[in-house]
């Protein structure tokens, strides 16, 4: 019996991301035991970029319900992440998450290798935006081992399905969880190390915004191709991680410390100096 943890991005009840949640997860086999949170039901605060949790042995010194979550994912032997589309990128709880990975990096070891997968939602053609890649972020930066993702067309609630052939897909994502001989269907011109379809040009080279990885553009006759290099310290390898969250981050710590002075000496022109306006008493 394995233990499947289900993080629901939406506040919607029995909307489209609960419904496929409990698909795939009800799908990766009989006998698991199932869990839930709704993301949106707790309470997440903003990072306060602190550093105090930099070392290692060190948590984040929020006293707000991150705990929690991090402790039912360390339990979970797989997890499945849904969102909603808003506005071209996912709910916002999923970005108040991701701003606490400063405190949550360097401890990649506890949550490594448990299989995941995402599901994105979106109620307008064309208007997915960002959300998959952005969901895939937040398995990748938790050291999950990201078994695949799929994007989901619902506007209204269980609208994702209502087509067999979506409600099919979202079954394989369930399945997908345990089986050891898996494959994902590779997308054209995806970055092969995040899959990221979101990619910038330098002028020179394509370059993946999540995981660094570059590429050149090909053209042979009229067909034009993205051809990449991965390596492999890329941001998610244990290398890359290490790289950011404890040499850098740490790095960076200490040259405050350094110059602690000189910077409020910097400061000091704006201290005593105020524009803010702010609402009226309640």
Same mark, same amino acid.
């Given at each position: 019996?394995?233990?499947?943890?289900?993080?629901?991005?939406s506040p919607r009840k029995l909307g489209n991301c609960e419904i496929l949640?409990?698909?795939?997860?009800?799908?990766?086999?009989?006998?698991?035991?199932?869990?839930?949170?709704?993301?949106?039901?707790?309470?997440?605060?903003?990072?306060?970029?602190?550093?105090?949790?930099?070392?290692?042995?060190?948590?984040?010194?929020?006293?707000?319900?991150?705990?929690?979550?991090?402790?039912?994912?360390?339990?979970?032997?797989?997890?499945?992440?849904?969102? =909603?589309?808003?506005? #071209?990128?996912?709910?916002?709880?999923?970005?108040? !998450?991701? *701003?606490?990975? +400063?405190?949550? @990096?360097?401890?990649?070891?506890?949550?490594?290798?448990?299989?995941?997968?995402?599901?994105?939602?979106?109620?307008?053609?064309?208007?997915?935006?960002?959300?998959? =890649?952005?969901?895939? #972020?937040?398995?990748?930066?938790?050291?999950?081992? !990201?078994? *695949?993702?799929? +994007?989901?067309? @619902?506007?209204?609630?269980?609208?994702?399905?209502e087509n067999p052939a979506d409600l099919a897909r979202a079954q394989q994502?369930?399945?997908?969880?345990?089986?050891?001989?898996?494959?994902?269907?590779?997308?054209?011109?995806?970055?092969?190390?995040?899959?990221? *379809?979101?990619?910038?040009?330098? @002028?020179?080279?394509?370059?993946?915004?999540?995981?660094?990885?570059?590429?050149?553009?090909?053209?042979?006759?009229?067909?034009?191709?993205?051809?990449?290099?991965?390596?492999?310290?890329?941001?998610?390898?244990?290398?890359?991680?290490?790289?950011?969250?404890?040499?850098?981050?740490?790095?960076?710590?200490?040259?405050?410390?350094?110059?602690?002075?000189?910077?409020?000496?910097?400061?000091?022109?704006?201290?005593?100096?105020?524009?803010?306006?702010?609402?009226?008493?309640?």
């Amino acid at each position: 019996m394995k233990k499947i943890l289900g993080i629901v991005a939406s506040p919607r009840k029995l909307g489209n991301c609960e419904i496929l949640t409990k698909v795939i997860m009800e799908a990766s086999g009989p006998n698991n035991q199932l869990e839930m949170i709704r993301l949106t039901d707790l309470d997440i605060k903003g990072c306060r970029a602190c550093y105090s949790c930099l070392p290692k042995e060190a948590p984040c010194v929020i006293e707000d319900d991150l705990d929690f979550l991090l402790a039912r994912i360390r339990d979970a032997d797989a997890v499945v992440i849904a969102a =909603p589309c808003y506005i #071209l990128g996912p709910n916002s709880s999923i970005k108040k !998450l991701q *701003d606490r990975f +400063v405190s949550i @990096g360097n401890k990649y070891e506890q949550f490594a290798g448990k299989p995941c997968v995402t599901a994105t939602t979106y109620g307008a053609p064309d208007w997915e935006g960002y959300t998959e =890649p952005a969901l895939n #972020l937040t398995a990748r930066f938790l050291n999950l081992n !990201l078994v *695949d993702s799929s +994007v989901f067309f @619902g506007a209204h609630p269980a609208e994702v399905i209502e087509n067999p052939a979506d409600l099919a897909r979202a079954q394989q994502l369930g399945r997908a969880l345990f089986d050891p001989g898996y494959k994902r269907a590779a997308k054209a011109n995806e970055c092969p190390v995040c899959w990221s *379809d979101i990619l910038r040009y330098d @002028g020179a080279n394509v370059i993946c915004p999540f995981c660094g990885t570059r590429g050149v553009i090909k053209a042979e006759g009229e067909k034009v191709s993205l051809v990449f290099y991965p390596k492999s310290n890329h941001r998610f390898s244990d290398e890359g991680r290490r790289h950011h969250f404890e040499a850098y981050l740490n790095s960076k710590k200490q040259e405050f410390l350094n110059k602690r002075q000189h910077f409020k000496e910097l400061q000091n022109p704006y201290r005593n100096t105020g524009y803010w306006v702010t609402p009226d008493p309640k």
